[in-house]
């Protein structure tokens, strides 16, 4: 019995094991995001993966340095509303290619939660809150749509329209009692 593949098979083969996951890679949305990860993981970029139910208003400072001791947050007290900011630049969070994590707490207590994602992942931040928390309501505000996802311990806002602006491209988390 001859069990050797003609050297014609040999080399699709070849060529298909080293094409097939390059292709995968680069052309693919969900191979270009895994990228994206791989690469603001090699340049020493923390990832912020976080619970949604998970946040309310007794999350202290404390309890997210402890669950995310990579993030360097650098902190401030913010000059309009009295609140303390605490910034990271982050690679991503959630398994979404991020920018930055911007914690707002009023004492020790967080307030609110800015996360700064890449523009062109939107959809697929969208699409997985849309599957984790479900089907949200739409508000409009003064600039435009905003999606409103309503939680136990507060609630999440997202744009309802893609924006091409880097600094508009956030998800935001309001504390449950926050006005």
């Given at each position: ?74 902190c401030q007290t913010a000059p309009t509303n009295g609140l303390r900011l ?24 967080l307030r609110m939660l800015q996360l700064d994602y890449r523009p062109r992942y939107r959809a697929v931040l969208e699409r997985s ?51």
């Open positions: 019995m001859n069990l050797k593949l003609p050297r014609f098979y040999q080399l699709a083969l070849a060529l298909a094991a080293v094409i097939g996951p390059f292709f995968w890679l680069v052309f693919t949305p969900d191979g270009q995001r895994r990228s994206d990860l791989f690469l603001l993981y090699l340049l020493g970029r923390p990832s912020f993966d976080l619970a949604y139910e998970r946040l309310t208003d007794a999350v202290t400072e404390a309890m997210l340095r402890a669950q995310f001791p990579k993030v360097q947050f650098q605490c910034a990271a630049p982050i690679a991503a969070f959630n398994g979404l290619p991020a920018r930055a994590a911007r914690l707002y707490f009023a004492g020790e207590h809150l849309r599957a984790g928390l479900g089907a949200p309501r739409e508000e409009t505000t003064a600039a435009e749509p905003v999606l409103v996802w309503q939680r136990p311990g507060g609630q999440i806002l997202l744009p309802a329209v893609a924006t091409a602006n880097e600094r508009d491209a956030a998800l935001i988390w309001l504390a449950g009692n926050a006005e």
